[in-house]
Structure formats: structure tokens, C-alpha cells
């Protein structure tokens, strides 16, 4: 049996109070309930406060480059499908940085999990605007207020037709976790972007404003239904839904090739002889 207390307990470098800590705990009850156990899963993280989360995991890592996670995630399932590959990462280095290899995961729908620590800023280099600040938000290098409008992570996933979005809230730990399992266990690509109270930076959006606004997706809600995930998607300001607001079944990536048919490649001895005899006739 995998508890919780196979993950580890290590000491954290984030602000007390900060919405990393229940996101922190939400995966390791996720993995742990699913019976998941650490040397089985791969975390790929970038550069922020959010991709330090598998630094307090006892899994396997691999922490790179800012904005780079899911091309890592990619590589990686690929070699070894056997993997629960997790990439995890702040809003700014996925949808910011690493905003393209989003959109080609996405489109890709290579079976990984992407968990986005959503706080609407760049918190590990104190507080500027990221791609999900809302517009006209002041922060010290926005003193005229951000002049963008917002990218809204799950609309455009559904638009893409990702197999799997969701939207989880830091201050439901248990909720959390559940989505979390779920988007771990889906054939495909799946996006949980988690809305994350940054209580050092995000003035905006804290704990109490979003106990104020968050509701579970309404029980009728069908996730294969595209125009109504839309709908839910688009929902931001007096009422955000938190739940799973579209999946389906398509192909995987992995699914195009049938060289991954026998299995996983890392288990696999190369033909030294046959690429031996191959470069030879390119000489
Ligand atoms: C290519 C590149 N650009 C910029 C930086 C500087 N940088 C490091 S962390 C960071 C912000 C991270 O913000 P986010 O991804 O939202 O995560 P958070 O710290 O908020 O969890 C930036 C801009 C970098 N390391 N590499
Ligand atoms: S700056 Fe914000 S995101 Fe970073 S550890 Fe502190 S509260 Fe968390």
C-alpha cells in the first residue's frame, strides 16, 4: 500500500500561507490514493515557486528550463510510457515562456498531466504581470496597470479539444486531490490549472476572494458537451466553477506510432548493427 508519507516531508522555501502548500499536499494524497508509488512517477517542473514543488516530492525529477517542462514531458513519456509523467509548473512558465509547447501538448495529446500553480503573477521574481493577470491589475512593474488582456488557459484547451480540463482551487485540498486522480488516470493529455492564492504578491486574489466566488460544476454538467464546457470555461469574476469542465477520447500521440507498440523504448537494446549498416550506406 503507498501512503502519504512515501512522498517525503521536506522543508520548503515558500511564504508561509502560500497556496503551494495545499497543492503540495493535494498531489501527494492523489498519487498516494491511486496507489501510485514514487518510483513510478517522473515530476518535470521549469523555473518559479511552483516548479520547485517536486524539489519536496520523493519521486523522480527532472527540473529545467523556464517554459520548458512539456517538451521534457514529452520526451520523456515517450521513452518510457510505463511512467506517471506530472509536469508542473507557475502560469507564467506554462502559458507565459512555455506558452507554445503548451498549445502543441495540447494539440498532441501525449498522456501526461499538466498541473499549472495558477497565482496570476510571477511570484518567484516578485510579483509581476503574468499571462493570467487580469487587465488593469497594478503591480510594481504595471504601475499604470497590465495592459493585456488575459489568457484564459481553459478555454483555449477546450478549443484545442484537450482530453482533460479541469480547474481546482489550492483551498480545497480534498477537491483537489480527487482532480488530480482523475486527470492522472485519463488516456491523454490532461490540464488541471489551480487557482493559487500568492499571499506575498497577489493582493487580488486571496483566499477569502475566492472563497466568495468558487462552486463545484453544476452536477448536470456533461464534460463532452464543448459548447457548455466553453460556457463554464468563460466564467470568471462574481462565479468561477471548479470541477471537470471537458474530456474526451481521442488518440493519443503515442498512439500514431507504431514503434511504441513493444513497449517502452528505454527497455529496448538498440540494433547497433543494423544503424551501423545504415549510416555505412548514407557514406
Ligand atoms: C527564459 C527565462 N526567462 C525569465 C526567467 C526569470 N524567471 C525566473 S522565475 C520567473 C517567474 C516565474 O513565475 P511563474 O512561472 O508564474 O511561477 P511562480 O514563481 O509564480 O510560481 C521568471 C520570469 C528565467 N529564469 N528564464
Ligand atoms: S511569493 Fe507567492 S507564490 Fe511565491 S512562495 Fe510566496 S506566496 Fe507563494
Given at each position: 500500500m503507498v501512503s502519504v508519507e512515501d512522498y517525503g516531508k521536506y522543508e520548503t522555501a515558500w511564504c508561509p500561507g502560500c497556496g503551494n502548500f495545499g497543492i503540495l499536499n493535494a498531489v501527494k494524497a492523489a498519487l498516494a490514493g491511486a496507489g501510485i508509488?514514487?518510483?513510478q512517477v517522473l515530476f518535470v517542473s521549469g523555473i518559479g515557486q511552483a516548479a520547485?514543488?517536486?524539489?519536496?516530492?520523493?519521486a523522480n525529477v527532472f527540473n529545467g528550463l523556464h517554459g520548458r517542462h512539456l517538451p521534457v514531458a514529452t520526451g520523456a513519456k515517450l521513452a518510457n510510457r510505463d511512467l506517471v509523467v506530472i509536469a508542473e509548473s507557475g502560469d507564467g512558465c506554462t502559458y507565459g515562456e512555455g506558452g507554445n509547447h503548451f498549445l502543441a501538448a495540447v494539440r498532441r495529446n501525449v498522456d501526461i498531466t499538466l498541473l499549472v500553480h495558477d497565482n496570476r503573477v510571477y511570484g518567484l521574481t516578485k510579483g509581476q504581470a503574468s499571462p493570467t493577470t487580469d487587465e488593469g491589475v497594478v503591480t510594481k512593474a504595471q504601475p499604470f496597470g497590465t495592459a493585456s488582456a488575459p489568457f484564459n488557459p481553459l478555454a483555449v484547451a477546450v478549443a484545442l479539444g484537450a482530453g482533460f480540463v479541469a480547474r481546482g482551487y489550492a483551498g480545497d485540498v480534498d477537491h483537489l486531490a480527487g482532480l488530480i486522480q482523475a486527470a492522472v488516470s485519463h488516456p491523454g493529455f490532461a490540464l488541471v490549472d489551480i487557482l493559487q492564492p500568492c499571499v506575498s504578491f497577489n493582493p487580488v486574489n486571496t483566499y477569502e476572494w475566492y472563497r466568495e466566488r468558487v462552486y463545484p460544476v453544476?452536477?448536470?454538467?456533461?464534460?463532452?458537451?464543448a459548447e457548455a464546457a466553453m460556457r463554464l470555461a468563460r466564467q470568471w469574476g462574481d462565479r468561477i466553477p471548479l470541477g471537470v469542465l471537458y474530456r474526451n477520447d481521442r488518440p493519443t500521440f503515442e498512439a500514431h506510432f507504431p514503434i511504441l507498440e513493444d513497449g517502452p523504448l528505454v527497455g529496448r537494446r538498440p540494433d547497433y548493427e543494423a544503424l551501423g549498416a545504415a549510416l555505412a550506406a548514407r557514406r
Open positions: 508509488a514514487p518510483h520547485k514543488t517536486p524539489h519536496y516530492l520523493n453544476p452536477d448536470d454538467h456533461d464534460p463532452a458537451d
